[in-house]
């Protein structure tokens, strides 16, 4: 059993920063991919950052230079640091943890309650 468990979210002003952590606990081993997703009311669940064991991080052009994601592999925790944010990018933020070749939220296995970001204007 894997627990994901999320802490950061708020609310911020346009052009203001957060950052979003996540620590994995429990049997963590395999937990190769970690991600974060986004889901805003009446949309999609999308994926908004992910780093595998190498640290290679993948972003969609939507948060590309905006977001940075790291992973401490030994404390088994990541983060989502989120600059200049936008009112499009109020959502419930989730940490999902997956093995090797997890893209899709369907692959990920294990996810986080979820956090709250909400931007305002």
């Known amino acids: 059993q894997v627990r994901m468990a999320e802490s950061g979210g708020g609310l911020v002003q346009a052009g203001g920063s957060l950052r979003l952590s996540c620590a994995a606990s429990?049997?963590?081993?395999?937990?190769?991919?970690m991600a974060w997703f986004r889901q805003a009311p009446g949309k999609e669940r999308d994926m908004v950052a992910r780093?595998?064991?190498?640290?290679?991080?993948y972003y969609p052009d939507s948060v590309k230079d905006r977001f940075t994601m790291t992973r401490d592999i030994a404390k088994n925790t990541v983060t989502l640091q989120m600059n200049d944010l936008k009112p499009e990018d109020t959502a419930v933020y989730y940490c999902?943890?997956?093995?090797?070749?997890?893209?899709?939220?369907?692959?990920?296995?294990?996810w986080g309650q979820g956090t709250q970001v909400t931007v305002s204007s």
């Open positions: 429990g049997r963590t081993e395999g937990l190769w991919v």
């Open positions: 999902a943890a997956g093995s090797t070749m997890a893209w899709h939220q369907s692959d990920f296995l294990y």
């Open positions: 780093i595998n064991w190498s640290k290679n991080t």
